[in-house]
């Protein structure tokens, strides 16, 4: 059984920072790609950032430059540090793994407001 809890978020003025984790536990040996979705309210969820096993990433456009994926393979962890955060980063963050199927973290909000 496979369980992500994520943590890290809040309330954060235009400009600033944040830095969220995930925690996975269960069978872990196999998981590949690792990463964080976001979805705003009324909006579809969308990829925010990916990262292989082996430290390869991937980044929506959206978020290219501000946002930084890294995973501990030790730990068994995948964080995002988000910098120059803006209102449109509003949004409940998910943490994502996949392996042979995907597993979904319960989320975490994550506010951008002055």
């Known amino acids: 059984q496979v369980q992500l809890v994520e943590s890290g978020g809040g309330l954060v003025q235009p400009g600033g920072s944040l830095r969220l984790s995930c925690a996975a536990s269960?069978?872990?040996?196999?998981?590949?790609?690792m990463g964080w979705y976001r979805q705003a309210p009324g909006k579809q969820r969308e990829l925010v950032a990916v990262i292989t096993r082996a430290g390869s990433v991937n980044y929506g456009d959206s978020v290219k430059g501000r946002f930084t994926i890294s995973r501990d393979n030790v730990k068994n962890t995948v964080s995002l540090q988000m910098n120059s955060l803006k209102p449109e980063d509003t949004a409940v963050y998910y943490c994502?793994?996949?392996?042979?199927?995907?597993?979904w973290g319960q989320g975490t909000q994550v506010t951008v407001s002055s």
């Open positions: 269960g069978n872990i040996f196999s998981f590949y790609f």
């Open positions: 994502h793994v996949r392996t042979t199927a995907e597993y």
